[in-house]
């Protein structure tokens, strides 16, 4: 059974995951984005490293098991466990580190969490890492927000412990959208569906509830609030409801 890595993985480690990743992936030909939190540290949030690497393979037909098995007979360095669910019949991929060290990384396809068509040319790349294609920022932002939702009804303790950093996560990728009009707005990703636009919208109002203060932030970046929301965050911050100069709501 792999254990998690103790001490928590390094950027360096993280960083060497993913270009492994990367290398298998494109010796395949296969179009594909980061997400999850290593997509978050190459967008500069610094106030936690990956204990993961998180891909998007943008196929629908895409067998998850055939990659894994590719990925390791490309690379000495990965291998596959069963998973530690009794009823699962997938493997986990790792990456073999040094001094008895693991990174998990997770392979996804079109499909998986609901995901929309998301065309094969609109991965972003940080100028510090050119070789690596990341998930356009607010759509990662969308799927954190889809995460810390399942994370938050879940029973399970050991996903409930997450939901602190995905709260984390969120505040940090919301500053960083409001700080780059250029990737950060709803204008920048016109091929999200509508479907997927009302999901994360759904868990938008459910996370403004515990952190009221970032309505300022969601407007920021494309969506509109109700007055009375507005109102609940002047009682609870003093800061006045003209300070966003509001002209329309949802």
Known sequence: MVRAANPPLTSAEILKVTRASINVLKALRYDFCLFGSAASNYYGMNSRVAKDVDIIVLSWDVNQEELKETFVQRNKNFFQVKSTNPRATYTVLWYELPGERNCKVDLLR?????????PRNVAYYMPEHREIPLLPLLPLLFLKLIGWSARLKSKLPHWRKKVPNDEDDILYLLDIATSRPDIGRLSSVPWITDAFRRRARARIDRF??????SIPNWRAIGFRFPREQFEEHYESTGVAIEHYAISAWL
Request: glycine share 6%.
């Open 208 to 213: 403004v509830q515990k952190y009221p203060s």
């Open 110 to 118: 079109l499909g998986d969490m609901r995901l929309p068509d998301i």
